[in-house]
Nanobody, 121 residues
């Protein structure tokens, strides 16, 4: 079983910064794509930033220049550095990974449980 565990959410003031972390664990053969999505109140879940299987990064237009996605050396961890936060960034942030399981070699799409980021004064 593969799990993604997020951390780093909380309350932050407008203009502030926050860093989210996500670590994958379990029986993993390989991880290709890995990234972050968010769901704001009353809205659908949307892509925030992600690494593709080819290693390129994609960002939502609304976060370009403010958010940076990075991966840890072990490649099973992904981070989201969020700067210049705005109230409209308030959302539950979800980690997502495209994983090849280590026992059955099945391809899986795995989601974390989500972490709430609230941007408010």
């Amino acid at each position: 079983q593969v799990q993604l565990v997020e951390s780093g959410g909380g309350l932050v003031q407008p203009g502030g910064s926050q860093r989210l972390s996500c670590a994958a664990s379990g029986s993993i053969f390989s991880i290709s794509g890995m990234g972050w999505y968010r769901r704001a109140p009353g809205k659908q879940r949307e892509l925030v930033a992600a690494f593709s299987s080819g290693g390129t990064t994609n960002y939502a237009d609304s976060v370009k220049g403010r958010f940076t996605i990075s991966r840890g050396n072990a490649k099973n961890t992904v981070y989201l550095q969020m700067n210049s936060l705005k109230p409209e960034d308030t959302a539950v942030y979800y980690c997502n990974a495209e994983v090849r399981e280590g026992e059955t070699y099945r391809y899986l799409e795995v989601w974390g449980q989500g972490t709430l980021v609230t941007v408010s004064s």
